[in-house]
């Protein structure tokens, strides 16, 4: 099974500014490697897959970037609804993973 | 506009089975490029991808780590599919969404609001 490590496990920073969350897969997975953000008490939402590709609807604001084991994902101008939870995702191969999760909080 | 909603109890009693049932409007679940998914988050915790059914046949993929305990099934007529978990624990608790993946990206497009499953006596 491929581990997904993220970090780091919290961050604080401040409405605008940029931060950037890293991800790292056990294995190569190419570029089969999704950004998913959730809030409490909700699903969580695609923002970026295949390691770069954003996702329809999602400010530009947000980025993907890398391929092999390492990838990063980034948010400049930080708004107010930026503060959540982030998730990277592998979908080279079942069973899916998930990174154990970033906390995004507000300095 | 796709939507997809959980159904099923909320409280499940230890060593019984735990079903779930997602409805799915806007979309079909017999089409193609398209995984029907579960995915579970426990209290405070992270995500865990459980399996999925694809195709008109009903092929299904299974985390290994829930052995022989799941199953997932489709039923087009209503257009919902559904989670069978048997011999549950209190580990099972958690948050059951059900998700539809793409294959043109292979990533959750799209995802029910969740249902709490509390696994006690």
């Known amino acids: 099974d491929i581990q997904m490590t993220q970090s780091p496990s919290s961050l604080s920073a401040s409405v605008g500014g940029r931060v950037t969350i890293t991800c790292r897969a056990s294995?190569?997975?190419?570029?089969?490697l999704n950004w998913y953000q959730q809030k409490p008490g909700k699903a969580p939402k695609v923002l970026i897959y295949a390691a770069s590709s954003l996702q329809s609807g999602v400010p530009s604001r947000f980025s993907g970037s890398g391929s092999g084991t390492d990838f990063t994902l980034s948010i400049s101008s930080l708004q107010p609804e930026d503060f959540a939870i982030y998730y990277c995702?592998?979908?080279?191969?079942?069973?899916?993973?998930f990174g154990q999760g970033t906390k995004l909080e507000v300095k | 506009q796709v939507q997809l909603q959980e159904s099923g109890p909320g409280l499940v009693k230890p060593s019984e089975t735990l079903s779930l049932t997602c409805t799915v409007s806007?979309?079909?679940?017999?089409?193609?490029?398209?995984?029907w998914t579960w995915i579970r988050q426990p209290p405070g915790k992270g995500l865990e991808w459980i399996g999925y059914i694809y195709d008109d046949s009903g092929n299904t993929d299974y985390n290994p780590s829930f052995e022989s305990r799941v199953t997932i099934s489709g039923d087009p007529s209503k257009n919902q599919f559904s989670l069978s978990l048997t011999s549950v624990t209190a580990a099972d608790t958690a948050l059951y969404f059900c998700a539809r993946g793409v294959t043109s990206g292979w990533n959750f497009d799209c995802w029910g609001q969740g249902t709490l499953v509390t696994v006690s006596s």
């Open positions: 995702q592998q979908s080279h191969s079942t069973p899916y993973s």
């Open positions: 806007g979309a079909s679940v017999s089409s193609g490029g398209h995984h």
């Open positions: 294995q190569n997975i190419f570029k089969y």
